[in-house]
């Protein structure tokens, strides 16, 4: 049975899913990063998890690995991200391709979720423009642009959590005023909320946040939201938006609403499904693994 | 003599320029575009204009062309712009080509005014990643990005005049509210300073607007500019970045120190070259007989 690994590399755990060569999920296993340690321990622990998954009946025909940046995808070479401290130029495609003989992708963490949730939401046409926006601890993006992975000058990532959605009304750790990540992030949500009395942005939320005392905030993010949104559809025209991360969860819906009223009001105006990111944690082992697919 | 021909189209006029193989230029001529005729009528004049700068002793290796979008590049047609209303799926790039017998690529005006003005710009190092702005009766804007014009599906441009720096500040045409081009076109400028009192906003920076009544004015362009710039840079990392139209040529200076200041007090900054449009009008011509240069 010819069969794909998914490999997605966090600062506290590795999630390592077994998938057939249709991308149809078999099995997973997670096991700790230790960061802080250097990459050749991790990869012992690496081998023995995809050893144990594939068993002895397996032929595996490809390895993805979605990982934080910086990285030389060309190379294959994880440079020693923040979140990696033990990890200086680790060259993981190198060695798991020695390992199992197969072709090893490795892309940034932030890519392989958007593929991973353009994979799960798939339509009968491919989607070729994809833009994706994920609202956790920070604002994670992510855009596929004509097929293929945007990405800056020598593999870097674009800084889609600092364009700006509201000039002048916060001041973000990046140095911008402004930004959507200062601002709109789960975290600052959080801040937002706790100024207001609430436990945190949840908290605000299940409390009838729509009606009560929060309500101001939701309807300002919303807001912010869908300014990032016309600034970045606008320049990407993408034919499927992905929103995720825990704010989201709770107000997609107006979200969508709020959101695709304010775009269909403009005259560029180019019809895009706009979804909800629907594989949580596990969009990044999924997305590594589209890498590896067979055409 | 091996040359090449830049012609670019606008809705007035059209520029045509004879280059050597280096991009040196060496003659130019102009016509009226008469834009309601049909293109067959027009392209006889751009027949009659090409001939006469060629003379009888060149041999022609390449014809690049700029010309106002929607187009279709890859098939080389031009498919009715709203300033070219007799062009109808003018097949530009097949005709040129039957009478010429060499090459010929056509890309959209702004793009060719970018090429130019990074031709014009150009280190000993190629620019693989440039932004330009020029600030006209619109905003218009293009992107070099990885070596290649940053395109949307089909063909389609960017609308980089769309995206938002002053939220809620001023509704646009588009629909959306407090867009670029809305705020800080040289129309809109002409507008805000004509509120003051001042004939338009070269009136107002002539008038001594730095010191005076247009001083607010002036400050929040560059203001507004600058967001702008954030939110791009953010996303394409240029390498270099070149700001043209008339506002910019009495500002830029104001402009430069402004931006650079504000840029690099980001954590996300990378050096870039800011510089100013040298071309002008001729940009698009020589930046379309760039799109011909040998490699």
Redesign the interface.
């Known amino acids: 049975m010819k069969q794909i690994i998914g490999i997605d590399i966090g600062g506290t755990k590795i999630a390592i899913g077994l998938f057939d060569e249709t991308g149809r999920f078999i099995a997973s296993s997670t096991i700790p990063t230790h960061a802080q340690a250097p990459f050749s321990e991790a990869i012992v622990r690496i081998f023995e998890a995809v050893d144990e998954l594939l068993g002895n009946t397996t032929t595996l025909t490809g390895i993805g690995i979605g990982c934080a940046g910086p990285l030389d995808t060309e190379k294959g070479v994880v440079q020693n991200p923040y979140t990696l401290s033990g990890w200086e130029n680790a060259p993981i495609v190198a060695t798991l391709s020695d390992r199992y003989g197969c072709p090893v992708r490795l892309e940034n963490d932030a890519d392989v979720a958007l593929l991973g949730e353009v994979f799960a939401h798939k339509k009968e046409k491919p989607v070729?423009?994809a833009l994706m926006l994920t609202f956790g601890t920070g604002v994670g993006g992510a855009v596929l642009h004509?097929g293929k992975l945007f990405?800056?000058?020598n593999f870097?990532h674009?800084?889609?959590g600092?364009?700006?959605?509201?000039?002048g009304e916060g001041e973000c750790?990046?140095?911008?005023d402004g930004c959507l990540e200062g601002l709109a992030s789960g975290l600052a949500l959080t801040q937002q909320a706790q100024a207001l009395g609430f436990e945190d942005f949840q908290d605000l939320v299940a409390q009838g946040g729509l009606q009560g005392s929060g309500k101001f905030l939701v309807h300002q993010w919303v807001?912010r939201v869908g300014?990032a949104l016309?600034?970045l559809v606008?320049?990407?025209?993408p034919?499927m938006v992905i929103l995720g991360g825990g704010a989201m969860s709770s107000l997609f819906d107006l979200v969508n609403q709020k959101i695709t009223e304010n775009m269909q009001?403009?005259?560029?105006?180019k019809e895009f499904a706009l979804v909800e990111a629907s594989l949580g944690a596990e969009a990044g082992m999924v997305g590594a693994a589209t890498l590896v697919l067979p055409v």
Do not use: D, M, Q
């Open positions: 070729r423009n004509n990405k800056t000058e870097g674009p800084e889609f600092h364009i700006l959605v509201a000039p750790y990046c140095g911008g807001e300014r016309w600034t606008h320049i990407f025209s034919s009001s403009g005259i560029f105006y």
